[in-house]
């Protein structure tokens, strides 16, 4: 009896990808409403790199577009550095999304970079140009920033 409780843990996960996504599908991280209605502000490419991440790296979408008014509070705050007009976020769609891991702990800047190279790589992978708020001048070093936006990625070609 003990004895087939091992196997029986080591057929299912060893089972084909097809039947294994079937039943594994319940822990894979999904958007919440909120997460979802900001993404829905972003163009559809920024949507088709978030949908494919969240399904392998748990995150939160905590901005999309970016009206006026919350420019220039964001502004004032020193949270960005554009004015209204200046910021990819005040496109319509957004051509900039800021997204953090899940659960966010805004001191641990070590899952940020680790969730932006997760983020960098898919987009490679999808045909998707973007750049992270964590690496502006696109040279993979972080230390030459003067302002870092640990949960920004943009779109280049637009
Ligand atoms: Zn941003």
Same mark, same amino acid.
């Given at each position: 009896m003990c004895l087939s409780k091992p196997s029986q843990v080591f057929v299912v996960l060893t089972l084909p990808s097809p039947l294994g996504a079937f039943f594994f599908r319940d822990s894979m991280p999904a958007f919440n409403q909120r997460s979802r209605d900001n993404l829905d502000q972003c163009h559809p490419d920024l949507q088709r790199l978030f949908n494919d991440v969240v399904r392998h790296f748990d995150c939160s979408v905590i901005c999309g577009h970016r009206g006026k008014a919350e420019q220039e509070a964001v502004f004032k705050a020193g /949270?960005? /550095?554009?004015?209204f007009g200046e910021s /990819?976020?005040?496109?319509v769609p957004s051509m900039a999304v800021d997204v953090v891991p899940y659960?966010?702990?805004?001191? +641990?800047r070590e899952r940020f970079a680790m969730f932006a190279g997760f983020v960098l790589g898919r987009a490679i992978e999808l045909g998707v140009n973007v750049r992270w708020g964590g690496d502006w001048d696109r040279d993979? /070093?972080?230390? +030459?920033?003067?302002?870092? +936006?640990?949960?920004h990625f943009e779109l280049m070609d637009c």
């Open positions: /949270k960005s /550095k554009a004015r /990819k976020h005040n496109h659960p966010v702990d805004w001191q +641990d993979t /070093k972080t230390a +030459d920033e003067t302002f870092l +936006d640990m949960p």
